[in-house]
Structures are given as C-alpha cells and as structure tokens.
C-alpha cells in the first residue's frame, strides 16, 4: 500500500490511515483521495508504449494492453525501465557510435 501525506498511523474512518491526503492499496485495488474512495483513473495513470506480462499467485502470466495497469492478485506490476540504443549499422561516411558498457 502506498500512502501519501499521512498525519499519524491511526485507522481512520475507511480503509486509509487517519489524516492520509492519498492513499493506494494496490494488492486490493483501493484507491482513496481527499478522504473518499476513487477509482483506478482517478487516482493514477499509466503509460507504456507496449505490451507487458506479469505474474499472478499461481504462478502463470497474464498478458495486458498498452498503456493499461499491468493488475494481478499480487498487485500492480512495474518494471524499471531502461533505454538502449538501436544497433544499426552507419550509412555512408558514418562511424559506429562507440559501445555501451
């Protein structure tokens, strides 16, 4: 759970800490912002140029779109990220860039 802004850690009326500002269980899918509860869009947006697969408790993958919240029963699945330039190969009177260590 992954709360923001917490006062003190007492139970408060709902599911978040008492005095939370923003809080987000996301094992159990709950969202909470200014001391209601609020649905997935509105608490946080995702975005991802491409497919991802993450794994469940039974130990099988699930597949998900584009730019949706990679979801399952162990919670939201999150990969860092990191960025690798293309090997291609110079075009005319162009040098190999030099290599990535």
């Known amino acids: 759970m992954l709360g923001l802004g917490l006062a003190a850690?007492?139970?408060g009326s709902g599911w978040w800490p008492r005095?939370?500002?923003y809080a987000?269980?996301?094992r159990k899918h709950r969202y909470m912002a200014g001391g209601r509860s609020i649905t997935p869009a509105a608490a946080f947006s995702l975005t991802r140029g491409g497919e991802a697969l993450a794994p469940d408790s039974a130990g099988s993958y699930q597949g998900f779109a584009a730019h949706v919240p990679a979801r399952t029963d162990l919670g939201l699945f999150s990969l860092r990220w990191s960025a690798m330039p293309l090997r291609t190969p110079p075009g005319p009177g162009q040098a190999f860039p030099p290599p990535i260590h």
């Open 9 to 11: 850690p007492q139970q």
């Open 19 to 21: 005095g939370a500002l």
């Open 24 to 26: 987000a269980d996301f």
